[in-house]
């Protein structure tokens, strides 16, 4: 009896581990299978911001390996998964129109972006000032806009930026302020 009732069991839950082992393979289908079955909007824009985290993830990967060796297909490749990324903090913002670090999230990969359209400098700024008025005292916010900033060729505002995002606290900003903003000694 009891036996029987143990091995039917078993058999069971071997059975339903193996149906779900197929959306084990790697973080990004678990966390698009995770999308899916979410039911309500907290839990699809957490769902989503992870999924976009994971696709942001593959594409700086694919972007840096790009660079690297001067891939122009791998860097194409790579703005898919930005482009996917995107999408995923879209859905963030429609689901949680407050969740902070998806503008910053989302402004990096615009300002990774910009300098191969420049249309993408307006929409990386406009996340990071986003991020920055939803909390105003996370450091990293500025650290992020001092990057874009440098990229677009303003090291003033940069500068500015990162002893913001210094004063507040970032443990990288110190570095950038060191290696792009020392005034030359008389």
């Known amino acids: 009896g009891l036996a029987v009732v ?74 898919a998964y930005y482009r996917e990324a995107i999408s995923d903090y879209d859905s963030v913002i429609k689901y949680n129109p407050g969740h902070m670090l998806t503008y910053s999230n989302r402004g990096m990969i615009y300002g990774t972006m910009y ?33 874009l900033m440098f990229v677009a060729g303003d090291k003033e505002a940069a500068c500015e930026l990162w002893m913001t995002a210094d004063a507040k606290g970032s443990v990288v900003a110190k570095q950038a302020l060191l290696q792009n903003c020392q005034t030359p000694k008389p």
């Open 6 to 79: 143990l091995l039917l069991y078993v058999g069971f839950l071997m059975n339903t581990s193996h149906r779900q082992s197929k959306y084990w393979i790697d973080s990004d289908v678990l966390l698009a299978r995770t999308v899916i079955l979410s039911k309500t909007g907290p839990a699809k824009a957490l769902a989503h911001f992870y999924h976009g985290n994971i696709k942001q993830g593959i594409a700086e990967n694919k972007y840096k390996q790009g660079q690297i060796t001067s891939n122009e297909g791998m860097v194409k490749n790579a703005f």
């Open 115 to 147: 300098p191969y359209d420049k249309k993408y400098l307006e929409l990386a700024n406009a996340d990071f000032n986003k991020a920055i008025s939803l909390q105003a005292d996370y450091a990293d916010n500025y650290y992020n806009k001092g990057w």
